[in-house]
């Protein structure tokens, strides 16, 4: 029960409720362990309907899923890749495996990538040369976009695909965050997150709407693409038996034991989005009457996955900082966390290339997310929404 010590709410735990010991006893009898077997090529078909799209490629994780994705887009030494600064920073790495350098852009009150300042970017910091957008002030070659859709929410990709059009970009949605998030009206009615891009990218890592454990599906508008990429993910084997390979391969591949419980999970992700709504709704009631924080709406003419839930705070009203709160909240039985340290400010990217940070600084300094596990009840929800509201008020 709420306030008894045993009970921890926990911010983000994995659900099985379905057929996952079943189909993985299954995987274990038929001894398909690895990154062969049947359950690989049934979850990259249920995630293709599901997605409505040709083909999808799972992988070993959403970073992985990335990684390809900018080997397709053609990535090379020292070209750049415009990306958020407000996101887990597995969005921004991959970009440094090619050698590429990041373009640090800002957020807009959606908390995903602002589509203004990316045209600005484009714009004022570079001009179009024979097709090619270089960065004026490096020379650098800007080859694609890394868009995420933060916490399931959907970033403003008709304003961000029409920037991509006018100046040649590729466009590579990080859609970890958001299966299941979809344009409900608009250019894109109908269509889902990672499906609008060039490439979508989808992680099963165990905090995410569903899991494999670890694991991660990428696609891509241009099936042979996507097929390509499933080519590099295995080795680049292009003859099994006598082991030819025709180019560097990685070994990214899904394993037949994370698809086992892939698929069970892809039976449950209506029930889980529609959890997550509800209890959205939940959270958003009981706090309606707080008026030192507010929830940050989902894009309208989207229906979100809601995979996790954010609260705005505001702190120069709070008496207490964001770290104090996450530990009054924890000593509450209550796990809680703050966003995102700003990418751009990490140590490995210091001196990066970082384009009018506005946004971006105020929310990470004032964002708590709460508990958003599929299986939190109500009467959680209510215990969460009133332990924030009490200890928000105190004074330190
Ligand atoms: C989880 C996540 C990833 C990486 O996924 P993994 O499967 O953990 O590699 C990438 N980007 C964002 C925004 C994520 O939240």
Redesign the pocket.
């Known amino acids: 029960m709420p306030g008894n010590e045993k009970e921890y709410i926990p911010l983000s735990v994995p659900c099985f409720e379905g057929n996952e010991k079943k189909y993985v006893n299954d995987a274990l009898a038929q001894g398909w362990v690895s990154t062969g077997g049947a359950y690989i090529t049934r979850l990259e078909e249920q995630l293709a309907a599901y997605l409505n799209v040709k083909k999808a490629a799972a992988c070993q ?6 990684h390809l994705a900018l080997l397709e887009c053609g990535v090379q030494p020292g070209d750049l890749v415009i990306v958020p600064t407000l ?2 920073i ?2 921004v790495n991959p970009v440094r495996y090619q050698y590429a350098e990041p373009v640090f852009m800002d957020c807009d009150e959606s908390l995903c990538m602002d589509p203004v300042k990316l045209r600005g970017f484009c714009e004022r910091e570079c001009s179009l040369e024979d097709g090619r957008l270089v960065h004026t002030a490096s020379g650098k070659t800007v080859k694609a976009v890394i868009v ?1 859709h ?1 916490f399931g929410n959907f970033a403003d990709m008709e304003a961000i695909m029409d920037v991509a059009e006018t100046y040649g970009l590729r466009v590579i949605e ?1 859609a ?2 958001a299966l299941g998030t979809r344009y409900t009206q608009g250019r894109y009615a109908g269509r889902f997150a990672g499906t609008i891009g060039d490439f979508g ?1 989808f ?3 165990g ?2 709407i569903i899991t494999t454990g ?3 599906a990428v696609t891509g508008r241009d099936e042979q693409e996507v097929c390509h990429m499933q080519y590099l993910s295995t080795q680049a084997k292009d003859d099994p038996q006598f082991y030819i390979h025709n180019e560097t391969g990685y070994n990214y591949r899904m394993t037949n034991l994370q698809a086992a419980l892939g698929v069970a999970q892809m039976e449950e992700l209506p029930e889980f989005v529609a959890r997550k709504n509800r209890n959205y709704a939940v959270y958003r009631e009981q706090l309606a009457d707080f008026e030192l924080g507010r929830l940050p709406g989902f894009r309208e003419g989207t229906y979100s996955n809601r995979w996790f839930y954010a609260v705005e705070l505001a702190m120069d009203r709070i008496q207490m900082s964001l770290r104090e709160i996450i530990t009054a909240m924890q000593e509450a039985g209550i796990q809680t966390r703050a966003v995102w340290g700003l990418i751009h400010e990490q140590l490995p990217y210091r001196g990066a290339i970082a384009y009018e940070m506005e946004r971006a600084p105020y929310y990470s300094g004032c964002i708590l997310n709460l508990p958003c596990s599929a299986q939190i009840t109500e009467e959680q929800i209510v215990y969460v929404a009133e332990q924030l509201k009490k200890i928000c008020c105190r004074k330190s």
């Open positions: 994780s959403g970073t992985a899923a990335l996101t887990f597995a969005a995420v933060v990080d970890t965050e990218a992680s099963f890592n905090n995410k670890g694991g991660g």
